[in-house]
């Protein structure tokens, strides 16, 4: 007899409830999203790109226990840490297993003074300038950055090497300081506390990593 | 021959930057290759774009647009770093750190002028010249064209391979040719054989010219240069009988008389003038005796800007006003000439004395006789043969030897050397009209455009079968020349340079020859016997010298040093007095004249040359354009105003150009300054400006007489840098004569009206560590501009074309402001550089929203362009107005930008051409659109310096670390240095009483400050600038 | 619309529309006194004393708003500070990294923008907004209350009500027209 | 419909002219969004939007190009993006204000106007906030000027005046926004039961969020109407006087005043109130509100123009008062600058709107005459947006160091730009008119005579 006036179901009391709701868990999820996974962490941490030539650092650093500076030459010297010359491997492999198809490759590179493309895993924006002799030289092992990649078949990134990572760095460096003649021992561990050794290191080098923008930025 | 070893040692040497072609760079730095296409890529869309050119442009570009997506910095779309491929040497190099550049030791010669340079080469590419402080002629500095010609050698628009008829041909097709043509004019002595060349300096050219004529005795060489010394050396051989080159020292001189010459800007030598004058006016270095100098010129010059004495006289009364001058000097009894030449000049004299400034004469008088033997007179290269006559004599009588040296010209025994520039050129054209010669070969410059309008040079070509030019750019001679060769620039070709000192350097190249080209030492080879390369040729000039002694002269860039003083004895008048009866008499009728000088783009060989262009002339501040400079008296006599268009007209030629009113110019008199409105040049140069040469003939090259004028009623829009020229008697450049700066040493800190605000905070106290601060002792500084182009060369500034000019958006990060002082046509001008005052309250800093202007713990004003959004409120906010905003990515609108491929929708379409990124600094960021930059203290050379100390634990030496600005500055203005030292340079500088800071009151604190400049005027004619000093 | 759930529906209250804002006023004096707490007044606007004549405590808003406010305050000023002076102190004109005057500003503003968060939002959540569905719908006397009419409603809930008493009580008070809301059987 | 004897207690003004009953209100005013649009609204819309369509078209292309598409330069680096914003900001200022303000001061007659006046401040802050955003140089890091977590640590300067900005605008545009949709939530409910058809119940039902004019929530959403009135008046003074500060803190003579905070917000109110002339001026024609909208609503506001004019025009002449008293070369330069250096035609330009024109409102005939307030207020609106202009341009082209003084000319970007806001702002004001009751109606209600419950019988006592 009666015809409802309702316009809306009752169900419909809880939709704006519903809503809203959903509404702010999405927009805290879009920005958990950029923060978190579009942040270098997750970006770049785990980039193991494949190498024209599977140079194993496992077997060269690792097992041979070849020192980091045998090939990478200018680390101490140079804010560039380079990659070594066809003519670097050439020192023993012109004799050792001279049969491989990939020496071969090297071979060929040498004998035409042709670069082997090799892929770059480290790399920070081009604005930011980093310099590894800085840091070498001042007691920060290269593990701190690189992982170890002396256990490392094929080369990958440990490290986000994201701007709040350095900063990290700079304003801890005790975490990571060590003493100069280990930097390049991947498997170094302190005998005592290392921030004990750190605060000392610091005094001793006379660590001030600064955090002013142009001490990476120009 | 017996440098063979050494060679193959020397290749061995070169090999990171001879080894391959420029865009395959050796590097093993991703960021220096220039082209994608050995990449392999993992992510073919949107990968790779790091190893694009200009990576640093690129990666911020593309940030800029995934920003936008992603929240953390440095992700691409494909969520991953893009590839990047690393190309390390295949065999090893010596000196092949990465990042740590080297310099080579090289030279560089503009006309007779020489100038040994160190090339940094960094991965085998040269990207910054600097000075070589051994070479006596540069002594570590360098002047704009040095700078510049690094453009010039990545100009993307030079001749880049050898062609005939416009048809491609290989050098070797050329070689081939050329000796053919050798060998069958062996058998005719060269008959029918002509040479037109620019000047040339170098050693081996001459040895290789000397056994040409051997060869081919009957052959014609030539040599033309527009902006020359002819007068000087003429004049000087007219009274010594010997082809003398003086050598003034305005260091030692007390009184210093300058007759239109401008040697403290664009004339030859200029930088060691500018070094010795500076050191003449530093009280510091001087105990207070500082020179005197009075200067009389038509138009105002930094010479005349920095004159106590200026006298604006037209170029062609000069002469006159010196007769008047030695009549004068005569009835002193201080000089003595021969009769018959003492009434020739009194005859000349009395025609003018009612003429001259009576008192400006009558001080300027007095001074020569109280500063006997310390007088030193100098008259431009546009004055003729007489006045340089006269004044050597003059000098000889009042000055001592230690003041000025001569020595004789190195290859005087050369007609076409000694032969005038003017009868040269008409000369050659008259002899090819013969028609005997068939083949021409050109050497470098543009005679179609250069030679005066009465030398019809394109007439005289058609009578010539085989034509070649050999040219760094195609220009009018090309055109009309069948061979067209790339020439060599002097950064990638072996060879040698002798100054006019005597003092020769090396040549050496820093990067493998872009192009197919040769130099012309290897030209002369292929004509005097077979092809060698440059090095071998220069070795064998300087066979002397074992390979130990030769790699240390390669090392200094030096190969001897200047020759041993030759003091002019004999001297007859018959000589003067020859040229001097051949003076008019002065006629007293008004009649304009004309006078030609040089500009920026030199005589027009740097017309392709960005930077130059762009860079704001000194007085006028105009850029990418010349004018008919004229006085305001013209102007309001003809009621002009700048940009009116004029035609100009003497006897029977005229051409159209705008007027450029300029305060200090006298009147009835005009100035066409060389070089503009080529109509080939390349795609920056083509159609910039006037061409003058066409009112330019060989009975007046230096000066027309009898100039009209007529409005034709068009309108010309000027870019001039700085529209108003007062200083609206705002305390910025502040300067005080001698007795007044005794008086009151603290002047210049009292000159400031305002209070000082105070702060209502404790502010930070840079207390340790290096705190970096610079000076610009404006005593020194004459406003030469070479800081604005050795920063822009330093820090990746672009060029931003006429237009934006025009919009007020020039990107220069040192400008150096220009004030005029005094009214008319005696006004003068001081020069102030200005860059970011790196004030330690810097106003820009709080405003910035998001940070990206702060302070460095070392008291820099850091600018983060990553991190910048471009609000422009901290340019709006900066009181010195340093800051500059890229309103537009001026690297992509650059002229000879190419379209690139581009990684996303946002990237440009455009970027600048492979070899001019090739100049790109690594260790600066390219900035792309919509930042804001400006001065950094050259920051990046701040951090080499802390990177290398701290390397090897120690401290930062003063001097360790120069500013671009500082190294490249003649006139050693600049120091820069940890204000915290107390033996620094800087802190010394700023110790000084006349130490002062721009904009104080504001309480800036700023880092830069300036010393007051002093002057030392003729206490009698003293009030004339005492008026202008608190301008 | 389904029909059959609202036919069923069970009964909420009786309606009373009146003429004017005095006479609702009015009722709503009379049905208090007559000792009816849950009954509820509809009007196109708020009725002056209409609080008094329910005997309605006042409203909380005020406290809430305040709340709001506060949290912006304390929360804004410490962010700020928190950033600027520990977070990541940099350099900016040689001030103080703590330079609290420089924080007033935005403190203020974010103080605004919470209590009037609060305002807003605390309003909706007392007064039970958005509720789509309401039993006062039904009747066919709601239709033009925020239009010109004046509705009062005794709800069924209330502990003192008898559906015929209400009725004959309200009637008493002289209203336009009288409706049941909801089925008068149970 | 008897007797319409209304007794105006203690008001010599009808706040309604004529008397006519709630549902004569209801309808008049409801009747804009019942009816299908007139002609003249269709015409205009398409007018608008074409407009609209030419700023959106000129915002692409400076994004594409760059901020060199204006006409800035190195002395000049803020134009005509920050002189807009500046401007509609300040139009932005009214309604909130007289919504705010004139209801604390239990003001009657904001009631025809303040739903319009709220209206027209959320489009022009809309408008405003447009300019900011796209007139810093890399639109797509924006996001940099926001306290957002990221992977460089970094955070916004907080002691920047820009920043600031963007906190109080985003504030005021947002409670602007709160205040407006709580007023229209019960008019919605009432446009809700007049619907007829379903898609309109549906929507206007919405957001009516189901309101019924239950006396406990009037009793909530009084106090708490209260509430965002006190919230948002200062909330008003705050906004303009951040917006100065932009300016006032800096350091540039002709910026650096601390005069500016007030003098903002009285120019402010002056040039909102004078948009709200014009634009109610036109409504009140063409939608027969004459009744409601009445000439004396239009006299209270001329006065308020007259009384700001004058407020803004001493502050013209304290400027110049400081400048020369305090003996600072450059502030006394700047200001004899404004007055005679090469921009001195937009300086007078400024003064003749904003302090003479206004003048003429002392007449009480003018002040009553449509056709003239409709002028005046016009004129306000030019010689507001020329205030803006030579603060801005004219501080900027002449600083401190002569060497670097330049001139600014405007682009047809520039130009076309700020076309194109008002494009944008009639746009959402014609949809507003349609799709909105352009008066409060509970409120209008409230004010008649018949909502004064306490009326005893005889005392104009009305029966419906």
Redesign the interface.
């Known amino acids: 007899m009666k015809k409802s006036r309702q316009i809306f179901p009752k169900w419909a009391n809880h939709v704006p409830m519903i809503v809203g709701l959903s509404l702010f868990s999405l927009l805290s999820f879009v920005v958990f999203v950029f923060w978190y996974w579009f942040s270098p962490k997750h970006l770049n941490v785990g980039y193991q790109p494949e190498q024209p030539i599977p140079f194993s650092h496992r077997l060269h650093a690792g097992e041979l226990g070849l020192d980091c500076r045998y090939c990478h030459t200018q680390v101490q010297k140079a804010g560039h840490s380079n990659i070594p010359a066809t003519e670097t491997c050439m020192n023993c492999h012109s004799v050792i297993k001279t049969d491989s198809p990939h020496i071969k490759k090297l071979h060929e590179s040498y004998a035409n003074d042709e670069p082997i493309p090799w892929v770059r895993i480290h790399s920070l924006p081009d604005y930011t300038y980093f310099n590894h002799s800085r840091h070498v030289n001042s007691g920060i092992s290269c593990v701190s950055c690189h992982g170890r990649v002396d256990q490392m078949e094929v080369v990958r990134q440990v490290e986000p090497l994201s701007m709040g990572w350095c900063l990290d760095c700079h304003r801890k460096p005790e975490k990571h300081l060590r003493p100069v003649e280990f930097v390049t021992k991947l498997d170094w561990h302190p005998k005592e506390d290392q921030l004990t050794l750190g605060k000392r290191l610091k005094k001793k080098y006379d660590i001030q990593p600064k955090e002013y923008c142009s001490t990476c930025h120009r | 021959m017996s440098s063979l070893e050494d060679l193959s040692e020397e290749e061995k040497r070169k090999k990171p930057m001879l ?1 391959k072609r420029f865009y395959r760079s050796q590097s ?4 220096d290759e220039s082209s994608g296409r ?3 890529r ?1 992510f073919q869309e949107g990968a790779a774009f ?1 190893d694009a050119p200009v ?2 442009r690129t ?2 570009k593309l ?3 995934t ?2 997506l ?6 691409s779309f494909n ?3 893009p ?10 190099s010596e000196y092949d ?4 550049s080297l310099y080579f030791a090289t030279s560089m010669a503009l006309g007779e002028d020489v100038v040994g340079v160190l090339a940094k080469s960094y991965e085998g590419r040269p990207i910054k010249i600097e000075g070589n402080p051994s070479h006596s002629q540069s002594l570590g500095a360098t002047g704009i064209f040095q700078q510049s010609s690094l453009l010039d050698l990545y100009d993307p628009d030079r001749q880049k391979n050898v062609s005939y008829l416009g048809k491609y041909r290989s050098k070797e097709d050329f070689s081939a040719w050329l000796k053919g043509v050798s060998t069958e004019h062996f058998a005719t002595q060269g008959e029918g054989l002509c040479i037109l060349t620019e000047a040339q300096t170098s050693p081996t050219f001459y040895r290789l010219m000397k056994r040409f004529q051997l060869k081919f005795p009957k052959a014609k060489v030539f040599s033309y240069e527009p902006i020359n010394n002819d007068n000087r050396l003429r004049g000087i051989y007219s009274v010594t009988g010997r082809w003398y080159q003086p050598d003034y020292f305005y260091d030692k001189a007390r009184l210093i008389v300058s007759l239109d010459s401008d040697f403290l800007g664009l004339e030859s030598g200029s930088l060691l003038a500018t070094k010795r004058f500076a050191n003449g006016r530093d009280p510091e270095k001087t105990q207070n005796k500082l020179s005197r100098m009075y200067v009389c010129e038509p138009q105002l010059t930094v010479t005349g800007s920095k004159a106590d004495h200026r006298l604006a006289i037209k170029g062609l009364r000069v002469e006159y006003f010196l007769y008047v001058l030695v009549a004068k000097l005569l009835d002193a009894r201080v000089v003595t000439l021969p009769s018959t030449l003492v009434k020739q000049v009194r005859r000349l004299a009395f025609s003018y004395e009612k003429e001259v400034d009576i008192d400006f004469l009558r001080a300027l008088v007095e001074d020569i006789l109280k500063y006997r033997k310390q007088v030193l007179f100098v008259a431009g290269p546009r004055q003729p043969e007489q006045v340089h006559a006269l004044l050597y004599l003059l000098n000889k009588q009042l000055s001592s030897r230690t003041l000025h040296r001569y020595r004789s010209h190195a290859y005087q025994q050369f007609s076409f050397v000694t032969e005038s520039n003017v009868t040269s050129i008409r000369n050659f054209a008259a002899h090819l009209k013969t028609g005997v010669v068939d083949t021409f070969l050109c050497l470098g410059g543009d005679p179609v455009y250069q030679a005066p309008s009465d030398v019809d040079v394109v007439g005289a070509l058609k009578f010539v079968k085989n034509k070649v030019h050999v040219t760094l750019h195609e220009n009018d001679t090309s055109t009309h020349c069948d061979w067209v060769v790339p020439r060599s620039h002097y950064l990638e070709s072996w060879g040698d340079l002798k100054a006019s000192d005597g003092s020769s350097s090396v040549v050496q190249p820093v990067i493998r020859p872009l192009y197919d080209s040769l130099s012309d030492n290897e030209c002369m080879s292929l004509l005097v016997s077979s092809y060698s390369d440059g090095y071998r040729l220069l070795r064998a000039t300087w066979r002397q010298f074992s390979n130990k002694q030769w790699r240390s002269c390669l090392h200094n860039g030096v190969l001897s040093v200047p020759s041993s003083d030759e003091w002019g004895v004999s001297f007859s008048d018959r000589g003067c007095l020859k040229a001097l009866s051949k003076v008019k008499l002065f006629k007293r009728n008004q009649y304009m004249e004309i006078g030609f000088v040089s500009s920026f783009l030199y005589d027009g060989r740097f017309s392709n040359n960005g930077w130059l262009q762009e860079l704001p002339d000194s007085i006028s501040k105009l850029t990418w354009d010349n004018a008919a400079l004229i006085g305001v008296e013209t102007a309001s006599k003809f009621s002009l105003k700048s940009g009116d268009v004029v035609t100009l007209r003497v006897k029977d030629r005229d051409i159209d150009i705008p007027v450029f009113v300029l305060p200090g110019h006298v009147s009835d008199s005009i100035t066409l300054s060389l070089g503009y409105g080529r109509r080939v040049a390349g795609r920056v140069g083509e159609r910039k400006g006037f061409d003058v040469y066409p009112m330019i003939r060989t009975d007046d090259f230096y000066f027309a007489e009898k100039a009209t004028l007529i409005k034709t009623g068009d309108v010309y829009p000027f870019a001039s840098t ?3 020229g ?5 305390p ?1 450049y502040r300067q005080a004569n001698l007795s007044h700066y005794i008086k009151h040493p603290e002047f210049a800190k009292e000159m400031v ?2 209070e000082n605000l105070q702060s209502l ?4 106290e840079f207390t340790d560590g290096n705190q970096w601060g610079m000076v610009i002792d404006l005593a020194r500084c004459t406003g030469c501009s070479v800081c604005t182009i050795a920063c822009q060369a330093e820090n990746n500034i672009p060029i931003v074309g006429k237009e ?1 000019v025009l ?4 990107m220069h990060w040192i ?1 150096v ?3 005029f002082e005094g009214e008319g046509e005696s006004a003068t001008a001081v020069h ?1 550089p ?1 860059a970011c005052l790196h004030c ?4 820009c ?7 990206a202007t ?4 070392e008291g ?1 004003n ?1 600018m ?10 901290c ?3 900066c ?3 340093v800051r ?6 001026y690297h992509q609108r650059n002229p000879q930008a190419q379209s690139k491929d581009r990684v996303h929708f ?1 990237d440009y379409l455009k970027e600048p051409d492979p070899t001019i990124q090739l100049q790109f600094n690594p ?3 390219v900035r ?5 930059e400006k001065c ?1 203290f050259c ?2 050379r701040i ?1 080499k310096g802390k ?1 290398d100390a ?2 090897d634990q120690r401290d930062i030496l003063d001097g360790e670390v120069q500013t671009a600005c500082q190294q490249a500055c003649p006139a050693e203005a600049i120091s820069f240095g940890n204000i915290l030292d107390k033996n620094s340079e800087v802190f010394k500088k700023k110790d000084l009483h006349r130490d002062y800071h721009i ?1 104080n009151e ?1 309480h800036l ?1 700023a880092r830069v400050s300036y010393s007051a400049s002093i002057t030392n005027p003729n206490s009698h004619l003293a009030h004339k600038k005492e008026s202008a000093a608190h301008g | 619309m389904s029909k059959t759930r609202h036919l069923s529906s069970k009964l909420y209250g009786v309606v009373a529309e009146f003429d004017t804002a005095t006479d609702l006023l009015q009722a709503a004096k009379k049905v208090r006194e007559e000792g009816y707490v849950s009954f509820e007044t509809y009007s196109p606007f708020p009725i002056h004393g209409m609080d008094d004549a329910m005997k309605l405590k006042p409203s909380i808003m005020g406290w809430i708003t305040f709340l709001g406010g506060s949290i912006g305050l304390i929360g804004g000023f410490s962010f700020q500070s928190w950033a600027q002076a520990i977070a990541y102190p940099y350099i900016i004109s040689g001030k103080p990294f703590f330079s609290y005057p420089a924080f007033v500003p935005v403190t203020f503003e974010l103080m605004v923008l919470f209590s009037a968060f609060a305002a807003v939002f605390g309003m909706f959540i007392l007064n039970g907004l958005p509720k789509y569905h309401h039993p006062v719908f039904e009747s066919k006397l709601m239709e033009h209350v925020n239009s010109h009419s004046f509705v009062l409603v005794v709800e069924a809930v209330d502990a003192k009500f008898q559906l015929d008493e209400v009725k004959t009580f309200l009637q008493g008070l002289d209203p336009k027209e009288i409706d049941v809301i909801g089925d008068a059987n149970d | 419909m008897g007797d319409t004897s209304v007794n105006y207690d203690l008001q010599r003004h009808p706040l309604v002219e004529g008397g006519p009953d709630l549902k004569t209100v209801s309808d008049v005013i409801s009747q804009p969004v019942e009816v299908k649009p007139p002609t003249w609204w269709l015409i205009s819309i398409v007018g608008s939007i074409s407009i609209l369509t030419l700023l959106l078209s000129m915002v692409g292309y400076l994004v594409w190009e760059g901020v060199g598409v204006w006409g800035l330069n190195n002395p000049v680096g803020w134009g005509f993006a920050i002189v807009n914003f500046v401007f509609w900001v300040g139009i932005g200022h009214a309604g909130t204000l007289i919504s705010a303000i004139l209801f604390l001061f239990r003001q009657k007659w904001r009631t025809s106007i303040n739903r319009f006046a709220e209206a027209m401040t959320i489009f022009a802050v809309i408008c405003a906030g447009l300019f900011p955003g796209i007139h810093i140089g890399r639109v797509w890091v924006a996001y940099y000027l926001f306290p957002i977590p990221n992977s460089m640590w970094l955070w916004p300067n907080f002691k920047s005046p820009l920043l600031w900005d963007v906190f109080a605008v985003s504030t005021y545009f947002t409670v602007s926004l709160l205040f407006w949709f709580v007023g229209l939530v019960p008019d919605l409910a009432m446009l809700r039961d007049r619907s007829t058809t379903k898609i309109r119940k549906v929507l206007y039902g919405i957001f009516a969020l189901g309101w019924r004019g239950a006396n406990r929530h009037w009793q909530h959403y009084e106090r708490s109407y209260l509430l965002l009135a006190a919230l948002a008046t200062p909330l008003v003074l705050s906004v303009h006087s951040i917006v100065s500060f932009d300016f006032a803190v800096s350091q540039l003579p002709g910026w650096h005043t601390t005069i500016f905070p007030p003098y903002f917000v009285a120019g402010a109110i002056f040039s909102g109130f004078a948009m709200v002339v014009t634009l109610m001026v036109i409504a009140r024609e063409l939608f027969g509100l004459k009744h409601i909208m009445t000439l004396h609503h239009l006299e209270c506001m001329n006065k308020i123009i007259l009384a700001t004019g004058m407020m803004v025009g001493y502050a013209y002449a304290m400027e110049f008062f400081m400048a020369w008293y305090s003996g600072n070369e450059y502030e006394a330069f700047a200001f004899v600058n404004r007055a005679f250096g090469p921009y001195y035609w937009a300086y007078w330009i400024m003064v003749s709107c904003n302090v003479l024109s206004p003048q003429f409102f002392w007449f009480k005939k003018l002040r009553r005459s449509i056709p003239f307030m409709f002028v005046i207020s016009i004129f306000v609106n030019i010689g507001m947006w020329f205030e803006r202009f030579v603060i801005t341009v004219t501080s900027l082209h002449r600083d401190f160091m002569p060497s670097s003084w330049g001139y600014y000319k405007p682009t047809f970007v520039d130009v076309c730009t700020f076309i194109g806001s008002f494009g944008l702002f009639f746009t959402l004001f014609l949809l507003f008119l349609k799709f909105l009751p352009m008066i409060a109606v509970f409120e209008i209600k409230g004010v008649m005579p018949q909502a004064n419950p306490h009326a005893h019988d005889g005392e104009g006592h009305v029966k419906n």
């Not at chain 2, 093993?28 to 960021?31: A, G, I």
């Open positions: 080894k093993d730095l991703s960021n050995f990449k392999e993992e790091l990576s640093r990666f911020l940030m800029g647009a920003a936008a992603a929240g953390a910095s440095g992700c969520f991953r770093k590839v990047q491929t690393i190309y390390p040497y295949a065999k090893r750190v990465a990042d740590q700085q529209e108003h007062s200083m609206e008697d705002r910025f009206e305002v905070w404790k502010e930070r934006e919009n007020g958006r020039e400008r402001d220009r004030y102030q200005v330690e309250t810097a106003p800093e709080q405003v910035c929203p998001v940070a702060v302070h460095g713990e820099t850091d983060v362009y990553n991190r910048c959004v471009g609000t422009r409120y340019a709006d906010n009181p010195a107005k500059r905003f890229n309103y537009f990515d946002f260790n600066v960021t792309m659109r919509g930042v804001m950094s920051i990046q951090m990177s701290g390397n904009l504001l604190k």
